[in-house]
């Protein structure tokens, strides 16, 4: 199984941006959907942006037309850009296959922790 790890998380003022990184150990090529999480205190893990293997994208409505993800298949690699954050925007980020997520033991990396001050 391929093992994801995410980075480029920070602490950065409302209205700035970030860009975060999902290195795969592993090929993607044949992941056929890749996705970007976040957990914030108190709250279940949410799905916010996913890209299928054609390049396809999907958001959910808070960060439509704020975020956009994309993939490298030849780095094995996914990004969240992430503009005009909101402090609501803060949480734990992870990269991830939906199929896996959906497992009641499914695998996640560690995450990274974005911070948006007010």
């Known amino acids: 199984q391929v093992q994801l790890v995410e980075s480029g998380g920070g602490l950065v003022e409302a209205g700035g941006s970030l860009r975060l990184t999902c290195a795969a150990s592993g090929s993607i090529f044949e992941i056929n959907v890749l996705g970007w999480y976040r957990q914030a205190p108190g709250k279940q893990r949410e799905l916010v942006a996913a890209?299928?293997?054609?390049?396809?994208?999907d958001f959910s409505d808070s960060v439509k037309g704020r975020f956009t993800i994309s993939r490298d298949n030849a780095e094995n690699t996914v990004y969240l850009q992430m503009n005009s954050l909101k402090p609501e925007d803060t949480a734990v980020y992870y990269c991830n296959d939906p199929v896996v997520a959906r497992r009641p033991f499914g695998s996640w990396g560690q995450g990274t922790q974005v911070t948006v001050s007010s």
């Open positions: 890209i299928t293997s054609g390049g396809t994208t």
